[in-house]
């Protein structure tokens, strides 16, 4: 079977790369610029076509940036400013403690081994190294969940369904036309203890509303204003 993203790199970069997504320009990559550190070696693991690679090396950092798929790979050396390598998260031809940060963003909701991708992280940052970690919020983005408007009770009730939140899930989402998308659904838990066991600390959290950007071209989601999307985690490797 031909790997999702490798099918449907070109569809990635068209709609959330480049400026094309406001929750990407309004919010992610303000997010993690606000969170690097101010100098060293850094590793974009999952770094699709080098958007958050873009924004550390702006910076001043010196990335490096790993992706699986070749369509993501090639284009990310084109739009330039990190040192490209294909690879996985699961098993990353980088030295042990020698990067001062990683990021991954918006990629282990496609891994599906969680605790290997996460050991590779403690091992390749330095002790008191940042990891910077972005997730689709597991707990308010579980398969399932959505925003209910329910006219048959008296009165109506709005609410967000959570969904099976304690059910660890593997789907393939149709996130567009003939678009079939790999996602793994986890508990929080499994995302904080995994990260633990492996010698990370977590010393910030961030749940942001979704920006305004996002809910001019999404009137449904309007009334779940407050509902976040998006989950921020910053670890420190002890
Ligand atoms: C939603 S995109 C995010 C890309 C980039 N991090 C960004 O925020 O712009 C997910 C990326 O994860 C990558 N990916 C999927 N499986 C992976 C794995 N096992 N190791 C590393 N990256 C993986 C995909 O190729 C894709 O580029």
């Known amino acids: ?6 099918a449907h790199a070109a569809w990635w970069q068209a709609e959330f790369t480049d400026g094309a997504d406001p929750e990407y320009v309004e919010q992610i990559l303000p997010l993690i610029a606000a969170n690097l550190p101010s100098a060293g070696r850094l590793l974009d693991i999952g770094a699709g076509e080098g958007q958050v690679a873009r924004v550390a090396a702006a910076s001043g ?3 490096v940036a790993l992706d699986p798929a070749w369509r ?3 284009v990310g050396q084109e739009r330039g400013s990190a040192a490209w390598v294909q690879g996985s998260a699961t098993s990353l031809p980088i030295a042990d403690a ?3 940060a990683a990021v991954v963003c918006l990629v282990f909701e496609h891994v599906a081994a969680l605790d290997d991708a996460l050991a590779e ?4 940052v330095r002790p008191g190294g940042t990891f910077l970690f972005l997730l689709n919020h597991p707990l308010l983005q579980t398969p399932g969940s959505g925003w209910i408007d329910d006219q048959m009770l008296e009165p109506p009730e709005q609410y967000w369904r959570i969904g099976e939140y304690l059910t660890e899930a593997m789907t393939d989402e149709e996130v567009e036309k003939e678009v079939f998308i790999t996602f793994f659904h ?6 904080l203890n995994g990260a633990f066991a492996h010698g990370l600390r977590l ?3 961030e749940e942001p509303a979704p920006p305004p950007g996002f809910l ?3 009137p449904e989601y309007f009334a779940a204003a407050t509902v976040p999307r998006l989950l921020f985690l910053r670890f420190e490797r002890v």
Do not use: F, I, K
Request: avoid cysteine; glycine fraction near 0%; hydrophobic fraction near 45%.
């Open 216 to 218: 001019a071209r999404a």
């Open 121 to 124: 992280v403690a091992r390749v």
């Open 98 to 100: 020698s990067v001062d």
């Open 1 to 6: 079977m031909t790997d999702p993203w490798e």
């Open 61 to 63: 950092l010196d990335v």
């Open 203 to 205: 010393v910030r959290m």
């Open 186 to 191: 986890r508990p929080l838990h499994r995302y």
């Open 72 to 74: 993501q790979v090639s």
